[in-house]
Each structure stands twice: as structure tokens, then as C-alpha cells.
Nanobody, 127 residues
Framework: QVQLVESGGGPVQAGGSLRLSCVASGRTFSSYAAGWFRQGPGKERDFVAGITKTGTPYYASSVKGRFTISRDNAKNTVYLQMNSLKPEDTAVFYC?????????????????????WGQGTQVTVSS
């Protein structure tokens, strides 16, 4: 099992930046693909960004060019750098992971594909 703990959320003004961190424990994280999702009030949990176990990033169109996902396997950590934040980015952000040992560099953009989830961290962007 993998346990995920997010941090780095908080209030920020529009145009500002935040960096979210997700620390994994319990298994060899380098064999896992990871992703970030967000859920706004009254909305579904939406894909934001993902990264393959080999480090290839991919993004939702709504954040491409503003957000950057990265990973540091030595620290068992996945990051989400968020720049040019907008009020519509306000949401609880969740880190997710799935064992990709036997699936190569597959891309995962839907929540059911992920087996492990963090507790979430709130991001609030004010105008």
C-alpha cells in the first residue's frame, strides 16, 4: 500500500503561485504513476495533471501552460507548481497514485484508474 499526504495549499490572490507537494510512503514510489485532481464546490473530481513513472508529464487543457507537474523519486514526492492562478482554480486538490510496474508509461486521466489517494489540500484563489 501507498500512503499519500498533500501539502502546500492555502489562500492566494489571482495571478499568484502555489506549489503543492505530495509525499508517498509505504512502497517503492518510482514504480507508480501519479496525478493531481481537483474538486470544486458542488463539482466532480477533475483531472488536472499526471506524470508517468518515467517522468513524462501531461495536463488538462485548462491548466496547460500554467501548471507544472514533476516528481523526485529520491524524495518519494510529486509536485504541482501552479502559476497564474485564477479564481476558477479554487478547489480541493488531491494527489493520486497507481502502481505502474507492469503498465509501462501509461497515461491515466480518470479518477477510477488510480488506487491511492491523499486527503486533499484546499486552494483558494481570490480575485
Amino acid at each position: 500500500q501507498v500512503q499519500l499526504v498533500e501539502s502546500g495549499g492555502g489562500p492566494v490572490q489571482a495571478g499568484g503561485s502555489l506549489r503543492l507537494s505530495c509525499v508517498a510512503s509505504g512502497r517503492t514510489f518510482s514504480s507508480y504513476a501519479a496525478g493531481w485532481f481537483r474538486q470544486g464546490p458542488g463539482k466532480e473530481r477533475d483531472f488536472v495533471a499526471g506524470i508517468t513513472k518515467t517522468g513524462t508529464p501531461y495536463y488538462a487543457s485548462s491548466v496547460k501552460g500554467r501548471f507544472t507537474i514533476s516528481r523526485d523519486n529520491a524524495k518519494n514526492t510529486v509536485y504541482l507548481q501552479m502559476n497564474s492562478l485564477k479564481p476558477e482554480d479554487t478547489a480541493v486538490f488531491y494527489c493520486a497514485a497507481v502502481d505502474a510496474t507492469y503498465t509501462g508509461s501509461s497515461v491515466y486521466t480518470t479518477a477510477p484508474r488510480y488506487d491511492h489517494w491523499g486527503q486533499g489540500t484546499q486552494v483558494t484563489v481570490s480575485s
